[in-house]
């Protein structure tokens, strides 16, 4: 199992898509963040997370996915996931993620959903 997290970034349909795999945890979140960050610098693309490769989401990793959501929402970006399987799937049900974010089943149907 990959201890680390990887991130993957491409442009598709009008979005920024980034492909994550391994772990998103206490000690990858900096990762995510760093990416995030980037992405925010002179861009104002939608962002659409696929977790179809992600093995392990903590509490941590979902709180910072509340911090991108809020960002994204302050500067009228939409901000999708997708590709939630398993272990991944059960945590954003039991923690009402699936509800309080904006959450389709492939990459494919995010970007159908951003009319990309």
């Known amino acids: 199992m990959d201890a680390y997290l990887q991130i993957t970034?491409?442009?598709r349909g009008?979005?920024?898509?980034?492909?994550?795999?391994?772990?998103?945890?206490?000690d990858q979140?900096?990762?995510l963040e760093r990416w995030f960050?980037?992405?925010?610098?002179?861009?104002?693309?939608?962002?659409?997370l696929d977790f179809a490769g992600l093995s392990y989401i903590s509490s941590s990793g979902l709180r910072q996915l509340?911090?991108?959501?809020?960002?994204?929402?302050?500067?009228?970006?939409?901000f999708l996931i997708c590709g939630l399987f398993g272990m991944?799937?059960?945590?954003?049900?039991?923690s009402g993620f699936l509800e309080s974010l904006e959450v389709q089943h492939t990459v494919d149907d995010a970007l159908a959903a951003l009319g990309g």
């Open 14 to 26: 009008g979005a920024t898509v980034a492909l994550l795999a391994g772990r998103l945890d206490a």
């Open 29 to 31: 979140v900096p990762v």
């Open 88 to 94: 991944v799937r059960e945590v954003f049900m039991v």
């Open 66 to 78: 509340l911090a991108m959501a809020k960002e994204l929402k302050q500067r009228q970006r939409r």
């Open 37 to 48: 960050d980037e992405q925010l610098d002179g861009c104002d693309l939608p962002v659409v």
């Open 9 to 11: 970034t491409q442009h």
